[in-house]
């Protein structure tokens, strides 16, 4: 036997994950002469009677059985591999780390529309003179064919000599120009259209600003950093309008003269317009193309934009979270902006945090890694104090602006003013009235509550609470309880408020439809406009109201969490938070962060011009950490309460905390399913691994299923998804049973 093989080449299979399959995945033989196929590659392959496209996994050798009867590798797309290296250490590590396929990450990395063959792309046909025939030839060819003559005329008069066959009549002269090109005075090009979905709008090229002092010792730092391949990430501290996107720019252009690529990941980019927009201004002049990806954009332009990547046509990268797998050439620098921003975890499987693998990939491709923020989360503070990252801060504002005054309402006492309207206060609505007169804006936010109902009182603002994880209690409609989703620590709903004896204690919400027409009736003369997320689902709505807003066509802005991030309005003076504790209430372990982290955001929008801004807070809670640290823009001291409290309760960044979900369409099933599993790990998890009784989800139900859950709460983060990755697969619980895993869980509902 081995004496027949023995001139044969050996074979060596790949294992392809198709597309358009969910996560399918084969083994094919490399053809001899296929050896550029390689980890990452995209390749046709065949399946069943026909063929399609998939990316190469990894290569293993033939099994002995089936080795020789592996189906061949037609076609080998692009020489290059879609996935680099470094990308796919990157999918393999984050795929064991969140406890999912390596598919599912190589999907995020090459992109739906990249995947999909006939998304190819769009080509537009050119006509070039190449010889002008001459007088004499050219009277011959006007009178035999006057078409052609035309042709040749106008491309004679052309500037460029070279014209779209569009203009010179569309397809109907194409026959005339094939004949032209016969004879050698014409010749017809393939042309590559670019998609640019920045096209449409111009950006007037920008000069590097003079950095103040602050500025300059982070871009130095950053740029050492760079140079010297440092990847200990740095994350820059600097107060809202400390001139952050500034430093980025300025490191940016560093980077790329160095002959490096960059990436820079922004919050739900149709938030972020103006991160955007001065990354293309400043580099509009230079050869170095911004790459811009976003899921908003059509199918053809993300296409675009990742090959023009990918080919290193494009060296800046910018985009939400997913970005991050962007395949920036010779990566050089990622800066995370608005770190702290929760966007940045996917709410669906795999569900990773972009700011982790961000950091993960620098490490990975020796590139820096800055972290930027006014309020960084309290994971990057803990990890500069561990000593795993280092710090750089801005604490000034880089016009020399003050920050904004903040006033902070105590609602239980203005609640009780005969002209209180609900809501609105009367001294917030003065101060509303008093901008008016002057034609200054107001920016006013409407925290939104999300799906948790928890009970606040509307006279004093007690929100009844855990008595051991002091963490807001949801409230169960089917079981008429209060239960703490932490520890599972049940409770009976009180009739009356347990701290002011109030029998008002279930609170109707406010939406911001409602708000609005409150508005309008307060202040009929005033150009209101209303920013939901209803609002924003229109395409370019968001964008068309922020131009609005800055031309000053709108007086007041109302809105909810969405328009509190990086906007700078110079005609905002004041800022008005409606509801500032409704965040507190959440059963998370985030809910104080959160809520500082936005109201220092959004009174951030204040005072960005020559005239000293204000803050009005209107709070139940007005001694709540979160509140008080807030109104004095004082991000060390909320961090150092705040992580001493997730220290004692044993909350993250001190641990990892997992949620662990089943949902079924039948109710019984998904109760027994994650009581089956629930006892099973309680037997095999090691010490150090805490688990909490299953229960009903905070959102008990969600399209048509019903949701139980467990929290997990560990050390190391890999234990939890090793062992409870391998019992889900074990359980083999039907289709009609459904586990997901979230590690590291940024939601709790
Ligand atoms: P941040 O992102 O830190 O909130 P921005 O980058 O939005 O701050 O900067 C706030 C404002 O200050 C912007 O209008 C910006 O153009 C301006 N700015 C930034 N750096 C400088 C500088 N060195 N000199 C003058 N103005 C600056
Ligand atoms: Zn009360
Ligand atoms: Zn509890």
């Not at 999918?91 to 992109?111: G, N």
């Not at 004679?156 to 009549?169: C, F, N, T, V, W």
């Not at 395409?539 to 609005?548: E, F, G, S």
Request: proline share 6%.
């Amino acid at each position: 036997m081995q004496g027949l093989f023995q001139d044969e080449p050996e074979q060596t299979a790949a294992r392809v994950l198709l597309d358009g399959f969910n996560d399918m995945v084969l083994d094919y033989a490399i053809p001899p002469g296929m050896s550029k196929v390689t980890r990452g590659s995209r390749v046709e392959v065949p399946l069943r009677n026909r063929t399609t496209t998939g990316t190469v996994i990894k290569l293993t050798p033939p099994d002995a059985e089936w080795g020789n009867r592996l189906k061949l590798i037609t076609r080998l797309i692009d020489d290059t591999p879609a996935v680099g290296a470094k990308l796919m250490d990157l999918a393999e590590w984050a795929a064991r780390y969140y406890a999912v396929p390596v598919e599912q990450l190589i999907r995020c990395i090459v992109p739906e529309p990249v995947r999909r063959e006939h998304h190819e792309e769009k080509t537009r046909k050119m006509v070039v003179l190449v010889q002008w025939p001459g007088d004499e030839e050219m009277n011959k060819i006007n009178a035999k064919a006057p078409r052609q003559a035309a042709i040749l005329r106008y491309l004679h008069q052309s500037e460029s000599k070279r014209e779209p066959l569009a203009d010179l009549g569309g397809s109907p002269a194409l026959t005339p120009c094939r004949a032209l090109e016969k004879r050698g005075f014409v010749r017809i090009e393939e042309e590559v259209v670019h998609r640019d979905p920045a096209a449409q709008e111009n950006f007037a090229p920008s000069c590097p600003l003079k950095l103040n002092e602050e500025q300059q010792h982070a871009l130095d730092i950053i740029t050492q950093a760079s140079d010297s391949q440092s990847t200990k990430p740095i994350v820059l501290q600097g107060v809202t309008g400390s001139g952050k996107t500034e430093v980025y720019l300025q490191a940016a252009a560093h980077v790329l003269q160095h002959g490096k690529g960059v990436l820079i990941l922004v919050p739900e980019i149709s938030l972020t317009p103006q991160t955007m927009a001065r990354f293309k201004s400043r580099f509009a002049e230079s050869d170095t193309k911004v790459a811009i990806l976003h899921s908003a954009m059509s199918d053809g332009e993300r296409f675009d934009e990742w090959h023009a990547i990918h080919r290193g046509k494009a060296r800046i990268a910018i985009g939400p979270r997913s970005a991050l797998f962007a395949p920036v050439q010779n990566l050089g620098l990622i800066i995370v902006d608005e770190e702290h921003d929760s966007s940045y975890k996917q709410e669906n499987s795999p569900r990773y945090h972009g700011r982790d693998l961000a950091v993960l990939r620098a490490h990975l491709e020796g590139a820096t890694v800055v972290l930027g923020s006014a309020t960084p989360s309290l994971e990057s503070l803990y990890n500069v104090a561990s000593g795993k990252y280092s710090m750089l801060r801005m604490d000034k504002r880089a016009d020399g602006q003050r920050l904004p005054l903040t006033r902070v309402l105590d609602m239980r006492t203005e609640a009780k003013d005969k002209r209180y309207l609900g809501i609105l206060s009367e001294r917030l609505r003065m101060a509303m009235e008093d901008r008016l007169k002057k034609g200054e804006q107001t920016i006013l936010l409407l925290n939104r509550r999300g799906f948790a109902r928890s009970l606040q009182c509307p006279d004093c603002g007690h929100i009844v609470s855990c008595e051991h994880c002091s963490l807001p209690l949801t409230y169960h409609a089917t079981e008429n309880r209060l239960i703490c989703h932490i520890c599972g620590y049940r409770a009976a709903v009180p009739r009356k408020c347990p701290e002011c004896g109030s029998a008002n204690i279930l609170l109707e919400g406010y939406g911001t439809q409602k708000v609005e027409k409150l508005l309008r009736n307060c202040f009929p003369n005033a150009r209101i406009q209303r920013v939901d997320a209803d609002v924003a689902a229109r395409k370019n709505a968001l964008r068309d109201i922020l131009a609005d807003f800055r031309a000053h066509r709108i007086d007041i802005l109302l809105g909810t969490q969405m328009i509190s991030k990086g906007l700078d309005f110079p005609g905002v003076t004041l800022v008005g938070v409606l509801n500032a504790d409704i965040g507190l209430s959440m059963p998370d372990p985030r809910a104080a962060e959160r809520t500082f982290q936005l109201l220092t955001q959004v009174a951030g929008r204040a005072g960005r011009g020559d005239i000293d801004g204000e803050v009005i807070i209107q709070t139940f809670t007005p001694h709540a950490p979160a509140i008080q640290y807030a109104r004095r823009h004082d991000t060390d001291g909320f961090a150092e309460t705040e992580l001493a409290l997730r220290q004692e309760l044993e909350f993250p960044p001190y641990t990892h905390m997992s949620v662990l979900t089943v949902r079924s369409p039948k109710e019984d099933l998904a109760d027994f399913s994650i009581n089956s599993l629930y006892k099973k790990l309680k037997r095999i998890l090691p010490e150090g691994v805490v688990i909490s009784d299953p229960l009903p989800a905070p959102i008990a139900k969600a399209y048509g299923q019903f949701r139980y859950q467990c929290t997990l709460k560990s050390r190391s983060a890999r234990q939890v998804a090793d062992i409870v990755s391998k019992e889900i697969r074990e359980l083999n619980s039907g289709e009609d049973v459904i586990f997901t895993l979230d590690i590291d869980a940024y939601s709790f509902m």
